[in-house]
Each structure stands twice: as structure tokens, then as C-alpha cells.
């Protein structure tokens, strides 16, 4: 089974800066990565697939990048709802699909 | 808009088996392009994927659970099912359904039902 790793746990960022995410793969995931963003009492929302491509409706300040075993999503400048928690989940080599741990995005 | 909902009972016995449904609105359940998913949370945790169905009744499930855990379609009422066996302490968990691009990502979930496996 393919583990997958988030770093920080916990982010603690001021509105309007840049947050970076991290997500590291235990083996070679290819670009088969997701993100998704979770609000307490909410279901989790699709932000990112094929690790680099917006979901619909999606803001453009977020953005992924990264392939292999290593993934980043970014969040170009913090707005107050962008405050979550992250999770990254791999589609390669299926099932399972692996999640992250997740990595709360708190405010500064 | 596609919509998902879960229903079934919130409370469930130790050594009992957890019934849940997602009815799908908005969207048919029989297009050629979707997996339908589980996947549960428990409080407090991260995600944990149980378990995918194509129309077709095609399954995929979590090689940890797959022992207990059955997922099953109807589609002549748009739903799919989750069955999971000799339920713990361990099983209590937000339960989501969602649709799943065949084999990727999950883009659509419903808004999720707590089970709690208490006696």
C-alpha cells in the first residue's frame, strides 16, 4: 500500500500571504494526486487533480505542482475561507487510495 | 447539480453490521464515466477509503476491510449500499459517499452521517 505524507501537520499563516502544503508519496504516484480542502462539519471538496489541474469553480490563487513522490499545493494569498484543513489522496496503483493525514491551515 | 445523500441508522451494536445508503439526485448513477464511493472519517482523523461500485456492480474495496465490507447497487432507484460487518468501537465515523471519476479522484460527496458503534 502506498503511504502518503503531509507536512506540517499544522500551518500558521497570515491573511494574504502565501501557504505552501506539502505531500510525499512512499512510492511513485506519477501525477495520479488529488487535493482537497475540508471546513469543520463539511464534507471535503475537490481542489486539485492530476496534481496540477483546478477542479471546477476553483479559485486561481490555488495550485498545485509536483509528480513522482513529491506534491505541493499552494495558496498564493490567504483568504479568511481558505482556513482548512488539506488533504492529499494518490490514484495510482488502485485500491486502495491513500490519503494523507491532512495539514490544518490555521491563522497567524 | 449532482447530489449525494447518505441515510441509515446513526447507531449501530458492537458485533452488528452497519447498513448505509447514498441516493444520487441530479445525475444518473449508470453513466459509463463514475465509480461510487465510501469513505469514512473517524472523529478527529483523517480520511480512510472502504470501497468503490460501477454500474455494472463491478467492486473495489480497501484490502483492510475488504473482509467485512460489502457495496452493492441499484440502479432502477439511482442508489448504492454499504454493508459492514462485526462493526467496533473502531468503526464509529463520519461516513461520506461520493462519486469518483473511474479510478481517480472523488469530485462529488455527500454531506456525510456520523455511525457510532455503541451498545
Known amino acids: 500500500e502506498i503511504v502518503m505524507t503531509q507536512s506540517p501537520a499544522t500551518l500558521s499563516v497570515s491573511p494574504g500571504e502565501r501557504a505552501t502544503l506539502s505531500c510525499r508519496a512512499s512510492q511513485s504516484v506519477s501525477s495520479n494526486l488529488a487535493w482537497y480542502q475540508q471546513k469543520p462539519g463539511q464534507a471535503p471538496r475537490l481542489l486539485i487533480y492530476?496534481?496540477?489541474t483546478r477542479a471546477t469553480g476553483i479559485p486561481a490563487r490555488f495550485s498545485g505542482s509536483g509528480s513522482g513522490t513529491d506534491f505541493t499545493l499552494t495558496i498564493s494569498s490567504l483568504q479568511s475561507e481558505d482556513f482548512a484543513v488539506y488533504y492529499c489522496q494518490h490514484y495510482n496503483n488502485w485500491p486502495p487510495y491513500s490519503f494523507g493525514q491532512g495539514t490544518k491551515l490555521e491563522i497567524k | 447539480q449532482l447530489q449525494l445523500q447518505e441515510s441509515g441508522p446513526g447507531l449501530v451494536k458492537p458485533s452488528e453490521t452497519l447498513s448505509l445508503t447514498c441516493t444520487v439526485s441530479g445525475g444518473s448513477i449508470s453513466s459509463s464515466s463514475y465509480h461510487w464511493g465510501w469513505i469514512r472519517q473517524p472523529p478527529r482523523k483523517g480520511l480512510e477509503y472502504i470501497g468503490s461500485i460501477y454500474y455494472s456492480g463491478s467492486t473495489y474495496y480497501n484490502p483492510s476491510l475488504k473482509s467485512r465490507v460489502t457495496i452493492s447497487v441499484d440502479t432502477s432507484k439511482n442508489q448504492f449500499s454499504l454493508k459492514l460487518s462485526s462493526v467496533t468501537a473502531a468503526d464509529t465515523a463520519v461516513y461520506y459517499c461520493?462519486?469518483?471519476?473511474?479510478?481517480?479522484?472523488?469530485?462529488?460527496w455527500g454531506q456525510g452521517t456520523l455511525v457510532t458503534v455503541s451498545s
Open positions: 461520493a462519486r469518483q471519476r473511474r479510478g481517480t479522484y472523488f469530485d462529488y
Open positions: 492530476d496534481a496540477s
